[in-house]
């Protein structure tokens, strides 16, 4: 499938290089050549603005050049007619009987129309989710897994090998107290009376109570004397399992599980530790070399840790690799973690992560230029919060509480197809609004019904013409209309956007682009009827391949944002 921006860039490239060698133009360096709809639909379909540009280096009005230029446009069969229109710019129809065409290409191509070769032979990882496993998926890791699920399909689109990957993060404090928070819980089970803490050391919630009582149905009494790593183990295996189901249910699959423990089995933490200490970049102190009164008046006491002098790759301060207690902070495994993805030969490397990982993300990129490695194939999208509404007021929850605002929650309220939109469909950089009486509407209000009714209709036109015994095979969909054009003009721009997407690592383009798609779609539905009884045969036929086709582009697009394409709603 043409990427017509493209194609018709190269068209306006050879026509200005045509003008220079005919003396049309006089000699000067070709600017890149931006191509997009003009801001008028009656102005035809794409527009060169090249003319504007090169006013200054031609010495001549941008009307004159674009006449110029129009003169040495090569012919090409997408291409209808060539138009110029004030102060300079050259336009571009496309040829009816092209677009016509293009129904059969889509058809041919199905599951895989409008795939790119942009990452061909290139190795994508996108790591996403990544949550502790100490409690239920809340509602901001959904939002991050299905950005990051999108991404990668995305990426796939525009033809990337992509990997998608869990960073398990099984390790520190976090997992030490769920482990002892299972432990008080199994005693209770088992009779004895125990002191609950009421701090952040303890998880209350209700999971916690129903893996004791299992526990104690598969072990008894066994473990009443034992630390907290048997129970940091179980509860680590059954979290897991929970958070790898509630994941399948918004069809989030993972290829890699990347277990955090391993970077310590390995020594790899330790060895990154002392090649950053050979750099010069660590050193032993109480303070930081740069303390100010604020760190002098927070130290309270502690002990002597080990820094990373950050602040020499632009951080505001450093930052603690190894605490005073020997433990490793946070960013000593962040960095040997993506110095091994580094590795291992990606080509591009994702991070879906939270606002409050923002300045982490600087550090391990800091870490990784201290190791001397190129960080530039590392690309992070940062997230923001998501709030849950319902009835106009806010839901929240606590995973350390007990209560909780989760992904099951989410998909129990709703259903998997609106988690998937309604999660994608904003700018990751913006805060987003969950509004759960919008995600069940069934009207054209909720996007998701819009949007996945368009697939209906046509699955629902194909049934009706099997009972009739009507086929679209061998159409002439020469007898086509305008009407018809208009959506195959819209379709033809999925390629474009998957291009973006890819590019710029904006999956959510795909939802902006699936509305506009439905609202170009349903009109001509409800205009342009298949199977009524004043439709001569023929143009039957045609309007049923017409609809196909249409049914191809929306099942492509909805799989792109991992959700249904269903045939009754």
């Given at each position: 499938?043409?990427?017509?921006?493209?194609e018709?860039?190269?068209?306006?490239?050879?026509a200005?290089?045509?003008?220079?060698a005919?003396?049309d133009?006089p000699?000067?360096?070709l600017p890149?050549?931006d191509i997009?709809?003009?801001?008028?639909?009656?102005?035809?379909?794409y527009a060169?603005s090249?003319a504007?540009?090169?006013?200054k280096?031609?010495?001549?009005?941008?009307?004159?050049?674009?006449?110029?230029?129009?003169?040495?446009?090569?012919?090409?069969?997408?291409?209808?007619?060539v138009?110029i229109?004030p102060?300079?710019y050259?336009?571009?129809?496309?040829?009816?009987?092209?677009?016509k065409?293009?129904?059969e290409?889509?058809?041919a191509?199905?599951?895989s129309?409008?795939a790119?070769?942009l990452g061909a032979?290139k190795r994508?990882?996108v790591e996403?989710v990544?949550?502790?496993p100490?409690?239920?998926?809340?509602?901001?890791?959904?939002?991050?897994?299905?950005?990051?699920?999108?991404?990668?399909r995305?990426?796939?689109a525009?033809?990337y090998?992509?990997?998608r990957?869990?960073?398990?993060n099984?390790a520190?404090?976090?997992?030490?107290n769920?482990?002892?928070?299972?432990r008080?819980?199994?005693?209770?089970?088992?009779?004895?009376?125990?002191?609950?803490?009421?701090?952040?050391s303890?998880?209350?919630g209700?999971?916690l109570?129903d893996?004791?009582?299992?526990l104690?149905?598969?072990?008894?009494e066994?473990?009443?004397?034992?630390d907290?790593?048997?129970?940091?183990?179980?509860?680590?295996?059954r979290?897991?399992?929970?958070?790898k189901?509630?994941?399948g249910r918004?069809q989030i699959?993972?290829?890699?599980?990347?277990?955090?423990?391993?970077?310590?089995?390995?020594?790899?933490?330790?060895q990154?530790?002392?090649?950053?200490?050979?750099?010069?970049?660590?050193?032993?102190a109480?303070?930081p070399?740069?303390?100010?009164?604020?760190d002098?008046a927070?130290?309270?006491?502690?002990?002597?840790?080990?820094?990373?002098?950050?602040?020499?790759?632009g951080?505001t301060?450093?930052r603690?690799l190894v605490?005073?207690?020997?433990?490793p902070t946070y960013t000593l495994?962040?960095?040997a973690?993506?110095?091994?993805?580094?590795?291992?030969?990606?080509?591009?490397?994702?991070?879906?992560l939270?606002?409050?990982?923002?300045v982490?993300?600087?550090?391990?990129?800091?870490?990784?230029?201290?190791?001397?490695?190129?960080?530039?194939?590392?690309?992070?999208?940062i997230?923001?919060?998501?709030?849950?509404?319902?009835?106009?007021?806010?839901?929240?929850?606590?995973?350390?509480?007990?209560i909780?605002?989760?992904?099951?929650?989410?998909?129990d309220?709703?259903s998997?197809?609106?988690?998937?939109?309604?999660?994608?469909?904003?700018?990751?950089?913006?805060?987003?609004?969950?509004?759960?009486d919008l995600?069940?509407?069934?009207s054209?209000d909720?996007?998701?019904?819009?949007?996945?009714?368009?697939?209906?209709?046509?699955?629902?036109i194909?049934?009706?013409?099997?009972?009739r015994?009507v086929s679209?095979?061998?159409a002439?969909?020469?007898?086509?209309s305008a009407?018809?054009?208009?959506?195959?003009?819209?379709?033809?721009?999925l390629?474009?956007?998957?291009?973006?997407?890819a590019?710029?690592l904006?999956a959510?383009?795909i939802?902006f682009?699936a509305?506009?798609?439905?609202q170009?779609f349903?009109?001509?539905?409800?205009?342009?009827?298949?199977l009524?009884?004043?439709?001569?045969?023929?143009?039957?036929?045609?309007?049923?391949?017409?609809?196909?086709?249409?049914?191809?582009?929306?099942?492509?697009?909805?799989?792109?944002?991992?959700m249904?394409?269903?045939?009754?709603?």
């Open positions: 499938m043409k990427l017509l921006p493209h018709i860039a190269a068209l306006v490239a050879h200005v290089q045509a003008a220079q005919a003396g133009l000699a000067f360096e890149a050549i997009r709809p003009p801001k008028r639909p009656e102005q035809g379909d060169a090249v504007l540009a090169l006013a280096s031609a010495g001549m009005a941008p009307l004159e050049i674009a006449n110029r230029i129009a003169k040495h446009v090569p012919s090409a069969d997408f291409i209808g007619s138009e229109a102060p300079g050259i336009n571009f129809r496309l040829s009816e009987s092209w677009l065409q293009q129904i290409t889509i058809i191509e199905g599951e129309a409008f790119l070769d032979g994508a990882q996403f990544s949550a502790n100490t409690g239920p998926l809340t509602v901001g890791r959904t939002r991050g897994g299905v950005i990051g699920d999108s991404t990668a995305v990426l796939e525009a033809g090998e992509v990997e990957e869990y960073y398990f099984n520190g404090r976090q997992m030490r769920l482990g002892n928070s299972l008080l819980r199994y005693l209770q089970a088992l009779g004895r009376e125990v002191q609950l803490p009421d701090d952040d303890f998880y209350q209700k999971y109570i893996f004791a009582n299992e104690v149905k598969e072990q008894g066994a473990l009443a004397d034992a907290w790593q048997p129970f940091k183990d179980y509860a680590e295996k979290m897991f399992e929970w958070i189901t509630s994941l918004i699959r993972h290829d890699v599980f990347f277990n955090e423990n391993s970077l310590y089995e390995s020594g790899a933490i330790w990154v530790l002392e090649e950053l200490e050979e750099r010069g970049y660590v050193y032993k109480v303070l070399e740069d303390a100010d009164a604020e002098k927070d130290n309270d006491g502690k002990g002597e840790a080990v820094w990373f002098r950050s602040t020499q790759f951080d301060k450093d603690v605490k005073s207690s020997g433990e495994p962040d960095i973690y993506h110095a091994n993805k580094i590795g291992r030969g990606f080509d591009l490397m994702v991070n879906i939270g606002s409050d990982h923002l982490q993300a600087q550090v391990v990129k800091y870490g990784l230029m201290a190791l001397g490695l190129d960080p530039s194939k590392v690309r992070v999208i997230n923001q919060m998501v709030l849950v509404m319902q009835d106009g007021k806010p839901v929240r929850g606590s995973t350390r509480r007990g909780f605002d989760t992904l099951d929650d989410l998909v309220e709703t998997p197809d609106a988690v998937r939109y309604l999660m994608l469909a904003r700018s990751p950089d913006s805060q987003h609004t969950f509004d759960l995600a069940v509407k069934q054209n909720n996007p998701v019904y819009y949007i996945q009714n368009a697939h209906v209709r046509c699955a629902g194909f049934r009706e013409a099997a009972a015994g679209d095979e061998g002439d969909v020469g007898l086509l009407d018809e054009l208009r959506f195959i003009r819209k379709a033809l721009e390629g474009e956007v998957i291009e973006v997407a590019r710029n904006e959510y383009r939802a682009y509305q506009e798609l439905a170009v349903h009109p001509i539905y409800d205009s342009v009827r298949a009524h009884s004043d439709v001569p045969p023929e143009l039957q036929k045609a309007r049923l391949r017409f609809y196909r086709a249409a049914q191809v582009v929306f099942k492509r697009v909805l799989t792109m944002m991992g249904t394409a269903p045939d009754y709603m």
